[in-house]
């Protein structure tokens, strides 16, 4: 089963923990300075770091949802 990282951007602050975290999986957008995803479906081999940056969201508006 595919995954699908989403952000609620009603929620993001900017914070960039995520892109910290998974650099390959996120940015911040500079115009609005919230997350955006680079890879919405992570690659089998990117999950754990998609895991790491859902836990890393303090906020916690990053999900990892099956489609």
Do not use: K, N, W, Y
Request: proline content about 6%; glycine content about 6%; aromatic content about 2%.
């Amino acid at each position: 089963m595919a995954l699908t990282l989403r952000i609620d951007l009603d929620g993001c602050t900017g914070c960039a923990c995520c892109m910290m975290e998974c650099p390959d999986l996120f940015d911040i957008d500079d115009e609005s300075g919230q997350a955006i995803l680079l890879e919405p479906h992570p690659s089998d081999d990117r999950l754990e770091e998609a895991e790491r940056a859902v836990r890393s969201c303090p906020e916690g508006v990053i999900a990892l949802e099956q489609d």
